[in-house]
T-cell receptor, first 113, second 111 residues
Framework: DGGITQSPKYLFRKEGQNVTLSCEQN?????MYWYRQDPGQGLRLIYY???????QKGDIAEGYSVSREKKESFPLTVTSAQKNPTAFYLC????????????FGPGTRLLVL | EDKVVQSPLSLVVHEGDTVTLNCSYE??????LLWYKQEKKAPTFLFML????IEKKSGRLSSILDKKELFSILNITATQTGDSAIYLC???????????FGTGTSLTVIP
């Protein structure tokens, strides 16, 4: 997980509540990503950002929102519109150039009460 | 629609066995294929493959890409219990900034 931190490690959400997952990196990478992982479904892309103040929706963006105000930070908000938020959330970064691979943070496990 | 298919979905072997994991893909703007190992937390990078027919090796692990038949294999020889993990295959498209993941193969190595 190198220079990528995610917090909290576990998060509990009540019905109708918005929660925010933190992702911070000190790798000086431009691109940052949020993935959701459910059992048997691999990683699915929620949002990604290639530069500050810009981000694009991934395959499953509904019920989520992001911001990218600083290069180091890419927080993900799980809104009450996301009806099945229980999953493992992974943040990743990528440096410049096609030869650079993705590096992942340790993940946040979100559970609905 | 771009997609990645991994097989088998799960596999149980005994220590010392050799395993082959498969990844096939259908991609319109393929740039490279990546393999990751995921234990309990974040995936860790294993290999990036861009050219056909060139094997990449790291200890007991090796991987090769066939761009004509659109698949890759990951071999693990003399498996150990520490190899137990989910192995993820992903491809990167030509923009260089988007990745698409398969569902993974869950490998369990029994002592």
């Amino acid at each position: 997980d190198g220079g990528i931190t995610q917090s909290p490690k576990y998060l509990f959400r009540k019905e109708g509540q918005n929660v925010t997952l933190s992702c911070e990196q000190n790798l000086n990478h431009d691109a940052m990503y949020w993935y959701r992982q459910d059992p048997g479904q691999g990683l699915r892309l929620i949002y990604y950002s290639q530069i500050v103040n810009d981000f694009q929706k991934g395959d499953i963006a509904e019920g989520y929102s992001v911001s990218r105000e600083k290069k180091e930070s890419f927080p993900l908000t799980v809104t009450s519109a996301q009806k099945n938020p229980t999953a493992f959330y992974l943040c990743a970064t990528k440096g410049q150039g096609a030869g650079e691979t993705q590096y992942f943070g340790p993940g946040t496990r979100l559970l609905v009460l | 629609e771009d997609k990645v298919v991994q097989s088998p979905l799960s596999l149980v072997v005994h220590e010392g066995d050799t395993v082959t994991l498969n990844c096939s893909y259908e991609v319109t703007n393929f740039r490279s294929l990546l393999w990751y190992k995921q234990e309990k937390k974040a995936p860790t990078f294993l290999f990036m493959l861009t050219s056909s027919g060139i094997e990449k090796k790291s200890g007991r692990l090796s991987s090769i890409l066939d761009k004509k038949e659109l698949f890759s294999i990951l071999n693990i020889t003399a498996t150990q219990t520490g190899d137990s993990a989910i192995y993820l295959c992903a491809f990167m498209i030509n923009t260089g900034n988007q990745f698409y993941f398969g569902t993974g193969t869950s490998l369990t190595v029994i002592p």
